[in-house]
């Protein structure tokens, strides 16, 4: 499958600002299943990239802006080749042993209500990769997903378990919490999501399932595709996989994978310290051409 991306994000500062220090996370690596085709990075500023890895090896663009300026706009376009592996991650970037992804954060704190769940899970299913599907499902059944900005701060896994609703992040940070509980080495990813061939029907999601085959997932995303935050856990034999508890799925083909971290803090696609920020998000597979021109007739409104 061939994705094209557009996501453009707007930032604004207090009027009259100066020397503002940006760190932009905006650019996708190649890997068994994902190909980079193209990518561009432009900016309404002149300045320079400086291009940059971060401790996880994600790819990162830091620059200054001089000022005078009230906005920052950053557009980051490409295409990127996909094929299903069915969630099984194999030739990304690791800079750390998987036991550095036992680690909790203030968004991954295992609280009692957090713990009580994941034992819940533990009941159920006896190996590794049986617990991680078993999760996916409970998980699911118990936090429904809501829609929300990439950039938004993604609730605390705690409170996505309280509230019994959050967005893709905050589902992400409650099952990374709950893996890590259980021993199971688990991670923060953010990329991109296109839109799903209605003729297709809902039998994508396939990962390894316990013993043999894949398991199935559900759902299936609509319009112009967007941002979105899952996790890659840990199983032996197997390596990482990628787990979209929201949709109750592993990765398919319409997935581009964007940056690895602990939490949503670290894939943040933007850092800096302007005020309100607004942005648009495309993922289409570029073989629909009236789905494209869709788009881009959205963008010129």
Not at 27 to 42: A, K
Request: proline share 6%; with cysteine.
């Amino acid at each position: 499958m061939r994705i094209r991306i557009r996501h453009e994000i707007t930032q604004r500062f207090d009027p009259g600002s100066r020397n503002m220090a940006v760190t932009v996370r905006l650019t996708p690596r190649s890997h068994e299943g994902q190909f980079i085709l193209r990518w561009t990075l432009d900016l309404n500023s002149d300045c320079r990239l400086a291009a940059q890895e971060d401790a996880f090896g994600n790819l990162c663009h830091t620059f200054s802006v001089d000022g005078p300026t009230d906005h920052l706009s950053v557009v980051a376009e490409g295409e990127v080749e996909t094929q299903d592996t069915t969630g099984v991650m194999h030739g990304t970037v690791e800079r750390f042993p998987p036991s550095l992804f036992l680690r909790q954060t203030d968004l991954t704190e295992a609280t009692p209500a957090v713990v009580a769940f994941a034992e819940s899970v533990r009941a159920t299913e006896d190996d590794p990769l049986g617990q991680l599907h078993a999760l996916m499902v409970a998980l699911h059944d118990k936090v429904e997903e809501q829609e929300g900005p990439a950039l938004g701060g993604p609730l605390s896994a705690h409170a996505a378990l309280e509230a019994g609703k959050a967005c893709s992040g905050g589902i992400a940070h409650l099952f990374t919490a709950a893996a890590r509980h259980l021993g199971l080495p688990a991670r923060h990813i953010s990329g991109y999501l296109a839109p799903e061939d209605p003729e297709d029907g809902a039998e994508e999601g396939k990962g390894p399932s316990k013993g043999e085959g894949p398991s199935k997932g559900e759902g299936a995303s609509k319009g112009v595709g967007a941002a979105r935050h899952w996790a890659e856990a840990y199983a032996p034999k197997y390596g990482w996989i990628s787990f979209d508890a929201g949709r109750n799925l592993c990765g398919t083909e319409h997935y581009v994978r964007l940056a690895v971290a602990l939490d949503a803090m670290g894939v943040a696609p933007l850092r800096s310290t302007g005020l309100e920020v607004e942005e648009l998000v495309s993922a289409l597979d570029s073989r629909a051409p009236q789905k494209l021109a869709q788009a881009q007739s959205q963008r010129q409104s």
